[in-house]
């Protein structure tokens, strides 16, 4: 008995009031899909989709047949066309409905559903495939390779292409040629068969959905190579890409992609005409002027990098218009939206804003930098993220703008370095006013416990996280160590000391918790303890957690080192000495406070402990410093600035010429 033979055979006539119908309805789609607007376009596409399913649905409510297989996977790969479409992206309906295709091809075929395996192979296997059946089973397998490949599984896709070919060789008694494992080259080789004149008709072929895949895989591919520093090999695959079926959108992208790719090899000419060709396709312009600013940052060119920021800044205020469904299915459905990880992500207005502002800061614009800051801190508090005092929105920005306490610090730093003391007064106040019940009374280090647990806190809860409580410190410590400076900057240095000493009084909240403590009562902390319990153990903490405590604790160091500075002007040497001493033990690698420990050493007249600090600094000097200020915000970048000892070698030579008049005895 011949597969299938026992399937309830359909009458010839309702096959072809079926196929008419399918061919009645590719034909009017055509014709508005060449003549009319998008508007009535979108509606026909509702329309259509829903007599296609309507076909579908009565297609696949009889028993599966092969002599109506064909048909059937016909309208199956219209319907979904016309689906993704509308949809604009791929879903995983899509991907069920091609699985319910598939199975109902074996059940043509009398093969048992299998429990686990690949049904494409188990079906492109069979010796009773119809030929009829091979160009929809084609069209499918572009749907299906869609999917994937906008799913990151390019693995499955090459797989599947292997079966195909495997089977079409051995259909045409071709020898079998050596197949790679590349995915562009498995898809330049696939052949798709042509469709029959007297086949049904459909709204795109497989071999058009070729061309869409080769692209979008070529894409995909060489953004896979940058990002594994694979650079050769993803300038050939981007150059792929921009030879194929590329619209405007995608090939502003992949002009993008090949200008980073240039510039990262060294090839900054190439590297500006292709961003020129990207801002010229007029689609997206934010990642192309995104990647000239790191461009002319390489090659040194400030101005130029500012400007292409104020460009971005610009672009990103154009409100994005929304994309209208794509017919056929195009490359710009399979390549899906850069991550925040991706060369190709240009951030929002805030990022843009909040990366212009710091570039200037950073390069000695500082008037420009307070007019960006100011300006941001103005969009942020007038945004949807602070309206009406929302907590949770105010400490996090939100996933995709910065956060509102580090703006707020970031402004206060650039107010004092123009000198506006008062205007970073004002500002480090309304931040504090934000968070200051968020700030919690007591943080206990315990060693040992690999995750953070909240005990009793004075402090509201935030979203159940601690970790919070921790930036809320760092935050409201930070605000009170700029308060200080502007203080200072004012000649008030009293305020100033008080200032500092509020600082190290919130800095020095977090304390260890032994683990003798620890396992008293019972060894339930909560009971004698208040506070925020997390674990000690720097290589356990999870990254948001261990981050804001580095900083904590170089902002520890700088706080010390700034009140010992206020001390020194006071002409208080001695509790000058106690402070710098203090600086050197939370940051024994940090060479500042150990030079500023050294100056008030030799003015105290405590040689012998000078001589040997310096000659401790000496044996250091030819070693790598350790890399304590990579991790830093740009706040305390600044501070770091404004404590610097500006020409250490001078005042080390200073003392090694005293030391050779005056040796110790």
Request: overall charge negative; hydrophobic content about 40%.
């Amino acid at each position: 008995m011949s597969p299938g033979s026992s399937a309830p055979q359909v009458q010839p006539s309702c096959l072809g009031l079926w196929r008419e119908e399918n061919d009645r309805l590719v034909r009017q789609w055509r014709v508005v899909a060449q003549d009319s607007g998008q508007p009535l376009k979108q509606q026909a596409a509702h329309h259509a989709l829903e007599q296609f399913r309507g076909l579908l649905h009565r297609l696949q409510g009889l028993p599966s047949a092969l002599s109506v297989l064909p048909l059937e996977l016909t309208v199956l790969a219209n319907t979904l066309t016309l689906g993704v479409g509308l949809a604009q992206r791929f879903m995983k309906d899509h991907a069920s409905d091609i699985q319910q295709g598939l199975e109902r091809v074996l059940n043509a075929q009398g093969v048992p559903l299998p429990q686990s395996g690949d049904l494409w192979k188990i079906i492109f296997q069979s010796p009773f495939l119809p030929s009829e059946m091979l160009c929809p089973l084609h069209h499918l397998v572009g749907l299906q390779g869609a999917i994937w490949l906008t799913d990151n599984h390019p693995g499955d896709l090459t797989m599947l292409l292997c079966t195909v070919m495997n089977s079409q060789y051995k259909e045409s008694g071709v020898p079998l040629p050596e197949l790679t494992e590349d995915l562009l080259s498995l898809l330049s080789v696939w052949d798709p068969p042509a469709e029959e004149l007297d086949a049904p008709l459909t709204l795109q072929d497989a071999r058009s959905l070729k061309e869409v895949l080769l692209t979008a895989a070529a894409f995909h591919q060489g953004l896979r190579e940058f990002h594994a520093g694979n650079l050769p090999l993803a300038l050939s695959s981007l150059q792929k890409a921009a030879f194929g079926l590329c619209p405007r959108p995608v090939l502003a992208q992949v002009h993008t992609a090949l200008g980073a790719c240039h510039r990262k090899m060294g090839h900054p000419q190439r590297a500006l005409l292709h961003l020129l060709e990207a801002l010229k396709a007029g689609a997206g312009q934010g990642p192309p002027l995104l990647e000239a600013a790191r461009l002319y940052r390489q090659l040194g060119h400030t101005t130029a990098e500012l400007d292409s920021l104020k460009l971005l800044v610009e672009a990103l205020s154009i409100p994005h218009s929304s994309r209208p469904p794509l017919f056929p299915i195009g490359v710009e459905l399979v390549i899906t939206p850069p991550s925040s990880a991706s060369s190709l992500y240009c951030g929002t207005q805030s990022q843009a804003k909040h990366l212009l502002a710091s570039r200037c800061l950073q390069t000695g614009r500082n008037e420009e930098a307070v007019e960006q800051y100011l300006d941001l801190l103005a969009s942020l508090l007038d945004g949807p993220l602070t309206r009406g005092m929302q907590r949770s929105g105010f400490l996090s920005g939100g996933s995709q703008a910065p956060r509102a306490p580090e703006v707020f610090l970031e402004t206060a730093a650039a107010l004092i370095i123009v000198g506006r003391f008062q205007d970073s007064l004002t500002v480090c106040e309304e931040l504090l006013s934000r968070i200051s019940l968020l700030v919690p009374q007591k943080l206990w280090l315990r060693q040992g416990e690999p995750r953070l647990r909240p005990a009793l806190s004075s402090a509201p809860s935030l979203s159940g996280n601690p970790s919070e409580h921790l930036f809320c410190l760092l935050w409201a410590s930070a605000a009170h160590l700029l308060q200080g400076q502007a203080h200072a900057g004012l000649g008030a240095r009293r305020e100033a000391l008080e200032e500092f000493s509020r600082c190290l009084d919130l800095l020095f909240r977090m304390q260890p918790l032994h683990r003798d403590v620890d396992q008293g009562a019972g060894g339930n902390v909560d009971q004698g303890l208040s506070g925020d319990v997390i674990s000690s153990h720097e290589d356990e903490f999870p990254s948001e957690v261990c981050l804001p405590m580095k900083i904590l604790q170089r902002l520890k160091s700088v706080t010390l080192i700034s009140r010992g500075l206020e001390w020194v002007a006071e002409g208080q040497d001695a509790r000058a000495l106690r402070d710098f001493l203090l600086g050197v033990q939370v940051c024994p690698g940090d060479r500042n406070a150990s030079l500023h420990l050294l100056h008030v050493l030799w003015r105290l007249e405590r040689k012998e402990e000078a001589v040997a600090l310096y000659q401790r600094l000496e044996a250091q000097a030819n070693q790598q410093q350790e890399d304590s200020e990579g991790f830093l915000p740009q706040y305390l970048e600044s501070f770091m600035n404004w404590i610097r000892i500006t020409d250490q070698e001078s005042f080390m030579q200073e003392l090694r010429k005293s030391l050779q008049r005056h040796p110790c005895p």
